[in-house]
């Protein structure tokens, strides 16, 4: 037996090897940090080209670890979707993120990343609902980011709720665009407002002709539907230059900025 810094004990198989056994210590953080205030919400700019202006900013969740620091979503995101956590948690992220939104200038948007799981669960709208009445942000200034993944679990009640989203006037952007494995057939099954070139085209922009092909295209292609593309992972002049050459509507990346603590954002947006 193990003690921790509280004075429980966790017991451990010999036999359970050592990833396994950080990942129990984390779950077991993990449970308790939405109730000890533990994460954070960061947040980096969306630039619109043509205004040359900053017209939203994603707000992308880290966890203050009281021993380890800050750690990045992608290692604990998984984890708080296996073991039930991530529904309580984005219910967090999306309260939050209304609530920080709500004091900034009017026409900037936050935008929020869902996890599929989040679609399986009874309350999502509901959440929702209550984050825009709660914060008083307009439904419009909210901005909710879905991966291919959410419309792969298929059915009716994945494109009911998104509908029933879409009907509060949030808006409705598709992420990671370009990465799954019937990326087209997805733009087909719901109206997004916003189509997330993923940062895996933007990276070789300048090395590889495919990708500036790709990108050519799927800006025509948001042309054409009607939907706006945004470029993420943009981190250099050279590439930001393609990308306005593409016809591309927003560019978000190191480039512009990486993303800030909600202390640093409220300091630069001057309040
Ligand atoms: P994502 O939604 O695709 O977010 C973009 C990721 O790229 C972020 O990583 C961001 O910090 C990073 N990034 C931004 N600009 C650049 C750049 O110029 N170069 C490079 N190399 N990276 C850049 P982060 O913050 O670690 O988030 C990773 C993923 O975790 C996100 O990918 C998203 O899928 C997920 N995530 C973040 N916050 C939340 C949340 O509140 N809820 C859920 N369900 N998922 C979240
Ligand atoms: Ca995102
Ligand atoms: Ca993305
Ligand atoms: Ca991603």
Known sequence: AKSDRRGTFRFFEPAMDVQLQARRVLE?????????????????????????????????LRWRHPERGLISPGEFIPIAEDIGLISPLGEWVIAQACADAAIWPR????AVNLSPVQFRNKGLVS?????LANSGLGPDRLELEITESVLLQDNESTLAILHQLRGLGVR????????????????????FDKIKIDQSFVRELS?????????HSITRLGESLGMSTTAEGVETEDQ???????????????YFARPKSIRELVFSLGH
């Open 28 to 60: 077991v953080d993990l449970r308790k940090a939405l109730a000890q205030g533990e994460f954070e919400l960061f947040y980096q700019p969306q630039v619109n080209i043509a205004q040359n202006e900053i017209t939203g900013f994603e707000a992308l």
């Open 207 to 215: 090395s590889r002709a495919d990708c500036l092909a790709i990108v």
């Open 107 to 110: 026409d900037i948007k936050v």
């Open 172 to 191: 409705i952007a598709l992420d990671d665009f370009g990465t799954g494995y019937s990326s087209l057939s997805y733009l087909r099954s719901f109206p």
């Open 127 to 131: 959440s929702v609902v209550t984050a």
């Open 240 to 254: 930001f230059i393609q990308l306005r050459a593409a016809g591309c509507t927003e560019v978000q990346g190191y």
